[in-house]
């Protein structure tokens, strides 16, 4: 590698700004970002993507999910692009980095390039995957599950939320329906830099996350059938009260997980009555879990001992229950050499660094299956994420934006 590429070092004011410009996309009172996937202030940061991407040189192309593919050229364009990047979808009450981070400091990397005329042997192709998240729309990181072939185009466009909006209708409304193929863009290798969103490197004063693995997850849809009646004149023993149950399966939830843990979680994240009234016993729930294990067997067996337990609690409270799986995604096992790679630049560029597995979903997982993948972490403020509080230093992402910079000149190659 020439000595400048060697030395290269990523512009951190600039990541710095982009990453506060996009942020009033969807800005909330309390420092985060509201900016659910496809909504108005979705296609807002989109157009800026997609703007940003242009100044750069880059050949924007979106698929018919919405995914956008910033393309850079290489020297060789018969070899498949590298591709980087996640997700610029937020949660309700998200922050300003999950999804961002990676998405802009792959833009950065390209500006890094531009600015030093580096010309790499492959391509570059940078992404902006749809509804990673899976606030609006489930499951989370559909587009990214699409592409690697999990789900078909047609399953994923007729989705819907819970205003009964599809995806495909949400594409059409902000415009963002592309005409490319999904997952007819290959990618020779993907990276994807990420806040860890967990406490680890914190509390170990590590500045790079080399991720080798990502738990598996399962997602449940239930809902539960009591029966709805006066609050002030059914006797206790006579009522089928629909959200004392789901007490229960909340409590069952947690002690499952506890009792598979130390590397397994659960939680109840949604619980809606179909007709509250401070006066009626609650008659019909619909609520949500998310289980997660780095171990595929020990999701199994979560699976098995939650259901057993909710079966109990209905039949002796007398409440229907179903209970559906919408979403299943087997435990991660990253490329070893991609992984290599990453820790190989991590030690180049002289910082402290630790293996660490992912606890959050992201689309570098699905990439997985179909081509070698791996991610990048720096830390955040309190392990804080899915929070309007979520932080992180400039100085660490500047530091996973380099990792990201070096990652890619070793694997994209530089064109003598
Ligand atoms: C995505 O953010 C997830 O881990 O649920
Ligand atoms: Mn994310
Ligand atoms: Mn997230």
Redesign the pocket.
Known sequence: MTKIASNLQIDSARLWDTIHETAKFGATPKGGVRRLTLGPEDKQVRDWFRGACEAAGLEVHVDALGSMFGLRKGRDMSKPPVGLGSHLDTQPTGGKF?GVLGTLAALEVVRTLNDAGIETETPICIVNWTN???SRFAP??MASAAYAGDYTTEDILGRKDLAGVSVGEALDSIGYRGDEAVGLRKFGAFVELHIEQGPLLEAENKTIGVVDRGQG?VWYDGKITGFESHAGTTPMPLRRDALATLSEIVLAVERTAKAHGPNAVGTVGEAVIAAPSRNVIPGEIAFTV?IRSPDAKTLDAIDRDLRSAIAEIGSRRRAEITFDAIWRKPPTVFNAKLVDAIENATKALGYSHRRITSG???DACNLANVVPSAMVFVPCKDGVS?NELEDATQVDCTAGANVLLHTVLAIAGVAS
């Open positions: 999950d990673e998240e899976g989370a990181t997850i998310d959050a979903g992201h899915h």
